[in-house]
């Protein structure tokens, strides 16, 4: 069955760095997301992608982040300048189209700002 | 604003007993909802979505639009069943963004 890829699955940075997160949605899919969870608190909605371009983002998705779809491929969020808040699991997830019911997840990577 | 609450973190049940994971959502409109679970050490999976109506792994979920809810039952807990749940809403024809409650950790003991 074909699966959403994130690497790395652990990442540790320290404050002020650039990071780079890595996903690899199923190859027929044509809407890409991140989410991320604070450690003990809910899978919030950071931003959603499609046609090479943002289609939404959330309050959290500030200057500092940033996404790209950079070989047809891999989908990537990268964050410019890390903050000890920035510390979290990051999701990624693919759809095939609006209307198609399931979102596939994949594993996470869990970031830790230091 | 649409909001996903879940009031319960934890439910804790013996095996074999009935389980009711609640629901609640704020939506003006037509939401999508959906129950994903999430394994230990595993991703986000979905359980369940409203439209299909189905019964996966003895999980059914109504969608009773009159007290915006939409809550998880299971009629006989399994110790399989232990898990992280999130409740999940989105709005149809959107860009496809789920908005999550805070999640219910199952924990199901022998």
């Known amino acids: 069955e074909p699966e959403v890829t994130q690497t790395p699955s652990h990442q540790v940075t320290q404050m002020g760095q650039e990071v780079i997160l890595r996903c690899v949605p199923i190859?027929?899919?044509?809407?890409f997301y991140w989410y991320r969870q604070i450690l003990g608190q809910k899978v919030e909605f950071l931003v959603s992608?499609?046609?090479?371009?943002?289609?939404?983002k959330s309050e959290i998705f500030d200057d500092q982040f940033s996404v790209e779809r950079p070989d047809g491929s891999n989908f990537t969020l990268k964050i410019r300048s890390t903050k000890l808040e920035d510390s979290a699991m990051y999701f990624c997830?693919?759809?095939?189209?609006?209307?198609?019911?399931?979102?596939?997840f994949g594993q996470g990577t869990r970031l830790t700002v230091v | 604003a649409q909001r996903v609450t879940q009031p319960e973190k934890l439910l804790s049940v013996f095996k074999g007993a009935p389980v009711e994971l609640k629901c609640n959502y704020s939506?003006?409109?037509?939401?999508?909802l959906f129950w994903y679970v999430q394994y230990s050490r595993q991703r986000l999976q979905l359980l369940l979505r409203?439209?299909s109506r189905e019964s996966i792994k003895g999980f059914t979920a109504d969608l009773n639009k009159g007290e915006t809810s939409f809550h998880l039952k299971k009629p006989f807990a399994q110790e399989e069943d232990s898990a992280m749940y999130y409740c999940?809403?989105?709005?149809?024809?959107?860009?496809?963004?789920?908005?999550f409650g805070q999640g219910t950790t199952l924990q199901v003991k022998p």
């Open positions: 997830a693919s759809i095939n189209r609006v209307g198609d019911t399931e979102a596939f």
């Open positions: 190859s027929n899919h044509l809407y």
């Open positions: 992608f499609y046609n090479n371009e943002i289609s939404e």
């Open positions: 939506y003006s409109g037509s939401p999508e």
């Open positions: 409203h439209i």
């Open positions: 999940a809403l989105r709005r149809i024809g959107n860009t496809g963004k789920l908005i």
